[in-house]
């Protein structure tokens, strides 16, 4: 099996968090997080091994005040369907939140009750699986911030 490019990975994952915040109705109001650097697939942090980066992408999804986030998150295993399932990461929580995991391609995705800046929103971040990226492709992509110059 050869490795997906990043971003294949990329497009992959963003087309789930698309897909969830599609399954909000109206009226509603997306916002991605801007994009940084991806991680290396060898990083101590992460739990696999390998050479590549994945993507992680995290949307908000702000709804009116009088929408039913909890059960919403209880719905959306079921209308994404059978290749997804529900892990339970044993960490109680106060709020509704689900983690969903899909084997192929391999991606996991968390959406979770939010407040953020007084606004009621849904909270989804989803990692993708490891994609190859070149250096060239990397710092074309994600080329390091320009100093500022002090003021």
Same mark, same amino acid.
């Given at each position: 099996?050869?490795?997906?490019?990043?971003?294949?990975?990329?497009?992959? =994952?963003?087309?789930?968090?698309?897909? *969830?915040? !599609?399954?909000?109705?109206? %009226?509603?109001? $997306?916002?991605?997080? /801007?994009?940084?650097?991806?991680?290396?697939?060898?990083?101590?942090?992460?739990?696999?091994?390998?050479?590549?980066?994945?993507? =992680?992408?995290?949307?908000?999804?702000? *709804?009116? !005040?009088?929408?039913?986030? %909890?059960?919403? $998150?209880?719905?959306? /295993?079921?209308?994404?369907?059978?290749?997804?399932?529900?892990?339970?990461?044993?960490?109680?929580?106060?709020?509704?939140?689900?983690?969903?995991?899909?084997?192929?391609?391999?991606?996991?995705?968390?959406?979770?009750?939010?407040? $953020?800046?007084?606004?009621?929103?849904?909270?989804?971040?989803?990692?993708?699986?490891?994609?190859?990226?070149?250096?060239?492709?990397?710092?074309?992509?994600?080329?390091?911030?320009?100093?500022?110059?002090?003021?």
């Amino acid at each position: 099996m050869t490795t997906p490019t990043y971003f294949k990975v990329r497009n992959e =994952t963003l087309s789930t968090l698309q897909s *969830v915040a !599609d399954l909000v109705p109206e %009226p509603k109001e $997306i916002t991605p997080t /801007p994009e940084f650097e991806p991680y290396p697939c060898g990083d101590d942090l992460t739990l696999s091994r390998g050479s590549g980066a994945f993507f =992680t992408g995290q949307w908000a999804v702000y *709804v009116g !005040d009088d929408f039913d986030i %909890p059960h919403f $998150i209880v719905q959306v /295993p079921g209308l994404l369907g059978p290749d997804w399932r529900v892990e339970e990461l044993g960490v109680p929580v106060s709020f509704a939140e689900v983690y969903l995991v899909r084997d192929e391609p391999r991606m996991t995705l968390t959406i979770e009750e939010s407040t $953020i800046d007084g606004r009621k929103a849904i909270d989804l971040l989803a990692m993708s699986r490891c994609g190859r990226i070149s250096d060239d492709e990397r710092k074309t992509t994600f080329p390091p911030p320009t100093p500022q110059p002090a003021t």
